[in-house]
């Protein structure tokens, strides 16, 4: 199954491009106080944390890492339960294989996986690498969420429907590890907070959820990752910490890195638990991640939009589809199972909820959903007390009725 991500060739490369390469990857893997190697062959760099890559950023010369912790969104109803979902239903929440043999980053560090010159190789250029592909608009409705699939991107998302001021959003996401037909391709289930204009060049997006890219990473293992652009994708933000941007502040948690155990068809179900809002002291995006640890934020001086607040959200995810032999391709959505298949078949998103102006997270009711293609991938959104809002998506790609 993971043999077309791995079996990658690398082209003859000149000395002159790797000498540039070399320059690109001295200034993001900054020096390290310790180095951890990951039983899944990751090198964790340990980075003081204020000699990490956002403080590179021309944006943030004057920024001062932020000390006092955020505001955490208030919740306004609890519910029995909840964020804690006992193992007896088969839930459980996944974390990260780089520290299995007990080795942490010291305080005052933070943990970032480290780039090689393969992973650049495999990008299509420099200025690619570590970066989501510009959207081709298509002409559709103005409230039509951030949907473009001109770019052989296909989705099977969630979204909230009136265009309001939001400024934050959570979602518990159910962790599997879908197979990718061709090594460009990606698989990944996330949140997009959105502010801007879909059809022109200033769309800006925070982004955070799991990943399989083997472009990206060199395997087929799903991992946490990061994203923000300002412009619509063109040449600002990247994932993770490829570029200067995203300030980390937790020592524990390496974005990037690959998440374990995944769950199984009929078996174990692991998931992460999300959480991105607006700091309403500071005004920075703060991401938490499973029982409100906190990750690092977006500094606010990145963003136009976003500075103020957010009128989107979508959950759910997206795939790459090539057509490499002029069929769809059979790059899996979620667990590659569609969404009628259920619980511990088919991938969820439960607990859907979005901060409001007063930093208050409610359950969101009111939600549209969208997919492309729904013989190659689908979505089907429903509400309990106990998982609020949850919606089951994905899909197995190139199939009898998909072609």
């Not at 990490?52 to 001062?64: C, E, F, I, M, S």
């Not at 001109?150 to 962790?175: D, F, L, M, P």
């Not at 933000?237 to 009929?266: E, K, W």
């Not at 809002?277 to 991640?289: A, E, H, R, V």
Request: with cysteine; net charge neutral.
């Amino acid at each position: 199954m993971y043999a077309s991500a791995l079996n990658y060739t690398y082209k003859q490369v000149s000395s002159l491009r790797l000498e540039r390469i070399q320059r690109h990857l001295d200034k993001i893997n900054k020096p390290p106080v310790l180095t951890i190697e990951s039983p899944d062959g990751d090198i964790i760099d340990c980075v003081h944390k204020r000699k990490q890559p956002a403080l590179d950023h021309p944006l943030l010369k004057n920024h001062k890492i932020q000390k006092v912790p955020p505001e955490f969104p208030k919740t306004k109803v609890l519910r029995k339960n909840e964020g804690r979902y006992s193992n007896d239903e088969g839930v459980e929440g996944s974390w990260q294989m780089w520290h299995r043999n007990g080795t942490r980053c010291p305080k005052g560090t933070v943990p970032i996986r480290r780039s090689t010159v393969h992973d650049v190789l495999r990008a299509k250029s420099l200025f690619d690498f570590g970066r989501k592909r510009p959207i081709v608009s298509l002409a559709r409705r103005s409230d039509a969420p951030d949907v473009v699939s001109g770019n052989g991107h296909e989705h099977a998302i969630a979204y909230t429907k009136t265009s309001q001021e939001v400024y934050g959003a959570k979602a518990t996401i159910n962790v599997w590890d879908p197979s990718i037909q061709v090594v460009s391709e990606f698989s990944l289930s996330q949140i997009w907070i959105l502010s801007g204009s879909f059809d022109g060049t200033d769309l800006n997006s925070i982004e955070a959820g799991w990943q399989v890219s083997p472009e990206l990473y060199g395997d087929s293992r799903p991992r946490l990752f990061t994203y923000w652009t300002t412009d619509s994708y063109q040449a600002t933000g990247c994932y993770n910490l490829l570029c200067s941007g995203f300030v980390q502040t937790n020592n524990r948690i390496a974005i990037g890195a690959a998440i374990s155990p995944v769950s199984t068809y009929n078996g174990n179900q692991y998931d992460i638990t999300i959480l991105v809002w607006k700091d309403p002291k500071l005004g920075n995006w703060w991401m938490g991640f499973g029982d409100n640890t906190l990750v690092g934020y977006w500094p606010a001086e990145l963003f136009t939009h976003l500075a103020d607040h957010a009128t989107m959200v979508e959950w759910g995810g997206e795939v790459v589809n090539s057509r490499a032999n002029g069929k769809h391709t059979s790059t899996q959505m979620g667990s590659g199972h569609f969404a009628e298949d259920g619980f511990g078949k088919a991938s969820y998103f439960r607990n859907l909820e979005i901060v409001d102006t007063d930093n208050s997270l409610s359950s969101i009711h009111d939600i549209s959903t969208l997919a492309e293609n729904t013989n190659c991938y689908n979505i089907q959104s429903s509400y309990n007390n106990e998982w609020g809002t949850y919606f089951y998506y994905g899909g197995p790609g190139n199939n009898p009725r998909c072609q």
